[in-house]
Protein backbone atom coordinates (compact mmCIF):
# COMPACT_ATOMS: atom_id res chain seq x y z
CA UNK A 1 0.00 0.00 0.00
CA UNK A 2 2.07 2.76 -1.04
CA UNK A 3 -0.37 5.83 0.14
CA UNK A 4 1.46 9.67 -0.84
CA UNK A 5 4.23 9.12 -3.54
CA UNK A 6 6.17 12.25 -4.13
CA UNK A 7 8.90 12.76 -6.96
CA UNK A 8 11.60 13.45 -6.44
CA UNK A 9 12.76 13.29 -3.04
CA UNK A 10 16.10 15.71 -3.71
CA UNK A 11 16.36 18.56 -6.06
CA UNK A 12 18.82 21.55 -6.46
CA UNK A 13 17.85 24.08 -9.18
CA UNK A 14 19.67 27.61 -10.20
CA UNK A 15 17.67 30.29 -9.87
CA UNK A 16 14.92 31.10 -12.96
CA UNK A 17 14.92 27.86 -13.67
CA UNK A 18 11.92 25.53 -13.52
CA UNK A 19 10.81 22.35 -12.24
CA UNK A 20 7.87 20.35 -11.43
CA UNK A 21 7.02 18.52 -8.20
CA UNK A 22 4.99 15.34 -8.85
CA UNK A 23 2.28 13.54 -6.19
CA UNK A 24 0.16 10.35 -6.79
CA UNK A 25 -2.06 8.85 -4.07
CA UNK A 26 -3.37 5.36 -4.80
CA UNK A 27 -6.09 5.59 -1.57
CA UNK A 28 -8.83 7.30 -3.93
CA UNK A 29 -8.96 10.41 -1.58
CA UNK A 30 -10.91 13.29 -3.12
CA UNK A 31 -8.52 16.37 -1.74
CA UNK A 32 -5.03 16.62 -2.07
CA UNK A 33 -2.84 19.35 -0.72
CA UNK A 34 0.37 21.16 -0.55
CA UNK A 35 2.65 22.41 1.85
CA UNK A 36 5.82 24.11 2.50
CA UNK A 37 7.72 23.58 5.73
CA UNK A 38 10.39 26.42 6.89
CA UNK A 39 12.18 26.08 9.59
CA UNK A 40 10.29 28.10 12.64
CA UNK A 41 7.68 28.86 10.14
CA UNK A 42 5.82 25.27 10.47
CA UNK A 43 3.56 23.88 8.12
CA UNK A 44 2.19 26.41 5.56
CA UNK A 45 -0.45 25.70 2.87
CA UNK A 46 0.47 26.66 -1.02
CA UNK A 47 -2.57 25.02 -2.99
CA UNK A 48 -5.02 22.31 -2.39
CA UNK A 49 -7.39 20.75 -4.73
CA UNK A 50 -10.82 19.87 -3.13
CA UNK A 51 -11.91 17.39 -5.63
CA UNK A 52 -11.09 16.50 -9.20
CA UNK A 53 -10.93 19.36 -11.39
CA UNK A 54 -10.69 22.06 -8.52
CA UNK A 55 -8.21 23.90 -7.13
CA UNK A 56 -7.22 26.79 -4.99
CA UNK A 57 -4.86 29.11 -3.83
CA UNK A 58 -3.78 28.57 0.13
CA UNK A 59 -1.70 30.82 2.42
CA UNK A 60 1.41 31.34 0.31
CA UNK A 61 0.82 30.25 -3.91
CA UNK A 62 2.62 33.04 -4.92
CA UNK A 63 5.45 31.70 -7.29
CA UNK A 64 3.79 28.20 -7.95
CA UNK A 65 1.49 26.91 -10.07
CA UNK A 66 -0.69 23.33 -9.65
CA UNK A 67 -2.22 20.79 -11.74
CA UNK A 68 -4.63 17.90 -10.66
CA UNK A 69 -4.40 16.04 -13.33
CA UNK A 70 -6.80 13.23 -12.27
CA UNK A 71 -8.11 11.80 -9.30
CA UNK A 72 -4.80 10.33 -7.92
CA UNK A 73 -2.24 13.22 -9.26
CA UNK A 74 -1.66 16.63 -8.29
CA UNK A 75 1.10 18.54 -9.33
CA UNK A 76 3.29 21.69 -8.06
CA UNK A 77 5.27 24.17 -10.67
CA UNK A 78 7.83 26.25 -9.97
CA UNK A 79 8.38 28.41 -12.96
CA UNK A 80 11.22 30.80 -12.48
CA UNK A 81 12.86 29.50 -9.35
CA UNK A 82 13.66 31.61 -6.55
CA UNK A 83 16.23 30.99 -3.28
CA UNK A 84 13.12 32.00 -0.83
CA UNK A 85 11.29 28.76 -2.53
CA UNK A 86 14.24 26.50 -0.52
CA UNK A 87 12.23 24.51 1.18
CA UNK A 88 10.91 20.73 2.31
CA UNK A 89 7.27 20.13 -0.09
CA UNK A 90 4.87 18.05 1.23
CA UNK A 91 1.56 16.66 -0.35
CA UNK A 92 -0.97 15.21 1.38
CA UNK A 93 -4.27 13.71 0.82
CA UNK A 94 -7.47 12.86 2.33
CA UNK A 95 -11.30 11.96 1.90
CA UNK A 96 -12.85 14.41 4.06
CA UNK A 97 -11.47 18.09 4.75
CA UNK A 98 -13.93 18.48 7.72
CA UNK A 99 -13.09 15.39 9.67
CA UNK A 100 -10.09 13.00 8.49
CA UNK A 101 -6.68 13.54 9.12
CA UNK A 102 -4.16 13.73 6.23
CA UNK A 103 -1.72 11.19 5.17
CA UNK A 104 1.41 13.03 3.90
CA UNK A 105 3.80 11.91 1.26
CA UNK A 106 7.45 11.81 2.43
CA UNK A 107 9.00 15.25 1.05
CA UNK A 108 11.06 16.60 -1.64
CA UNK A 109 14.20 18.85 -0.55
CA UNK A 110 14.46 21.34 -2.79
CA UNK A 111 17.26 23.73 -2.92
CA UNK A 112 17.85 26.85 -5.08
CA UNK A 113 21.10 28.53 -5.39
CA UNK B 1 -8.36 34.06 11.55
CA UNK B 2 -8.05 30.04 12.55
CA UNK B 3 -4.51 30.19 15.34
CA UNK B 4 -2.87 27.35 16.67
CA UNK B 5 -0.12 27.58 18.64
CA UNK B 6 1.90 24.91 20.79
CA UNK B 7 4.48 24.91 23.62
CA UNK B 8 7.01 24.32 24.28
CA UNK B 9 8.85 24.55 21.12
CA UNK B 10 11.54 22.00 22.57
CA UNK B 11 11.35 19.50 25.26
CA UNK B 12 14.49 16.81 26.98
CA UNK B 13 13.05 14.17 28.69
CA UNK B 14 15.09 11.71 30.93
CA UNK B 15 13.57 8.47 29.59
CA UNK B 16 10.82 7.27 31.96
CA UNK B 17 10.29 10.92 32.92
CA UNK B 18 6.59 11.67 32.43
CA UNK B 19 5.21 15.27 30.90
CA UNK B 20 3.13 16.87 28.72
CA UNK B 21 2.76 18.70 25.57
CA UNK B 22 0.54 21.73 24.97
CA UNK B 23 -1.28 22.64 22.05
CA UNK B 24 -3.59 25.57 22.38
CA UNK B 25 -6.21 27.05 19.63
CA UNK B 26 -8.13 29.96 18.01
CA UNK B 27 -11.32 28.42 15.95
CA UNK B 28 -14.50 30.07 14.92
CA UNK B 29 -16.36 26.62 15.45
CA UNK B 30 -14.12 23.53 16.06
CA UNK B 31 -14.81 20.64 13.86
CA UNK B 32 -11.67 18.69 15.52
CA UNK B 33 -8.18 18.44 16.39
CA UNK B 34 -5.23 16.48 14.64
CA UNK B 35 -2.15 15.45 16.40
CA UNK B 36 0.43 14.36 14.01
CA UNK B 37 4.22 12.65 14.77
CA UNK B 38 6.82 13.80 12.69
CA UNK B 39 10.54 11.88 12.42
CA UNK B 40 13.55 13.69 10.75
CA UNK B 41 13.77 13.55 7.14
CA UNK B 42 9.78 12.21 7.03
CA UNK B 43 6.33 13.30 6.26
CA UNK B 44 4.06 13.92 9.15
CA UNK B 45 2.50 10.47 10.14
CA UNK B 46 -1.19 10.82 11.60
CA UNK B 47 -1.44 10.11 15.72
CA UNK B 48 -4.86 11.02 16.90
CA UNK B 49 -8.29 13.01 16.01
CA UNK B 50 -10.13 14.14 19.06
CA UNK B 51 -13.64 15.71 18.35
CA UNK B 52 -15.09 17.42 21.48
CA UNK B 53 -13.85 18.63 24.45
CA UNK B 54 -13.79 16.20 27.66
CA UNK B 55 -12.66 13.05 24.32
CA UNK B 56 -9.74 11.00 25.41
CA UNK B 57 -7.47 8.78 22.80
CA UNK B 58 -4.42 6.61 24.08
CA UNK B 59 -1.49 4.79 21.80
CA UNK B 60 0.91 3.02 23.46
CA UNK B 61 2.49 5.75 25.85
CA UNK B 62 0.58 8.44 24.52
CA UNK B 63 -2.84 10.02 25.28
CA UNK B 64 -4.46 13.22 24.04
CA UNK B 65 -6.54 15.12 25.65
CA UNK B 66 -9.14 17.96 24.80
CA UNK B 67 -10.69 21.31 26.23
CA UNK B 68 -12.62 23.57 24.85
CA UNK B 69 -9.23 26.27 24.46
CA UNK B 70 -6.77 23.82 24.50
CA UNK B 71 -5.20 20.15 23.83
CA UNK B 72 -2.41 18.29 25.80
CA UNK B 73 -0.35 14.84 24.70
CA UNK B 74 0.61 13.44 27.41
CA UNK B 75 3.57 11.09 27.45
CA UNK B 76 4.11 8.64 30.00
CA UNK B 77 7.52 6.92 30.46
CA UNK B 78 8.97 7.96 27.72
CA UNK B 79 11.58 5.79 26.19
CA UNK B 80 14.19 7.16 23.00
CA UNK B 81 12.16 5.84 20.28
CA UNK B 82 9.25 8.48 21.05
CA UNK B 83 11.62 11.48 20.03
CA UNK B 84 10.24 13.76 16.96
CA UNK B 85 8.44 16.67 16.19
CA UNK B 86 4.63 16.50 17.04
CA UNK B 87 2.21 18.98 15.57
CA UNK B 88 -1.17 19.92 16.09
CA UNK B 89 -3.75 21.18 13.73
CA UNK B 90 -7.34 21.48 13.45
CA UNK B 91 -9.58 22.00 10.05
CA UNK B 92 -10.12 25.96 9.31
CA UNK B 93 -12.51 26.84 6.20
CA UNK B 94 -10.36 27.21 2.63
CA UNK B 95 -13.16 28.40 0.89
CA UNK B 96 -16.54 27.59 -0.11
CA UNK B 97 -17.52 24.36 1.37
CA UNK B 98 -13.69 23.08 1.24
CA UNK B 99 -11.53 22.94 4.72
CA UNK B 100 -7.61 22.61 5.28
CA UNK B 101 -5.46 21.90 7.87
CA UNK B 102 -3.51 24.52 10.12
CA UNK B 103 -1.08 23.41 11.67
CA UNK B 104 0.91 24.88 14.57
CA UNK B 105 4.94 25.03 14.61
CA UNK B 106 5.16 21.97 16.36
CA UNK B 107 6.97 20.69 19.97
CA UNK B 108 10.64 18.97 19.37
CA UNK B 109 10.56 16.19 21.90
CA UNK B 110 14.05 14.64 22.73
CA UNK B 111 14.11 11.61 25.32
CA UNK B 112 17.54 10.76 26.88
CA UNK B 113 18.71 7.50 27.46
Known amino acids: NAGVTQTPKFQVLKTGQSMTLQCAQD?????MYWYRQDPGMGLRLIYY???????DKGEVPNGYNVSRLNKREFSLRLESAAPSQTSVYFC????????????FGSGTRLTVV | EDQVTQSPEALRLQEGESSSLNCSYT??????LFWYRQDPGKGPEFLFT???AGEEKEKERLKATLTKKESFLHITAPKPEDSATYLC??????????????FGKGTKLSVIP
Open chain 2, 27 to 32: VSGLRG
Open chain 2, 50 to 52: LYS
Open chain 1, 27 to 31: MNHNS
Open chain 1, 92 to 103: ASNTDPKRDGYT
Open chain 1, 49 to 55: SASEGTT
Open chain 2, 89 to 102: AVPSRAGAGSYQLT
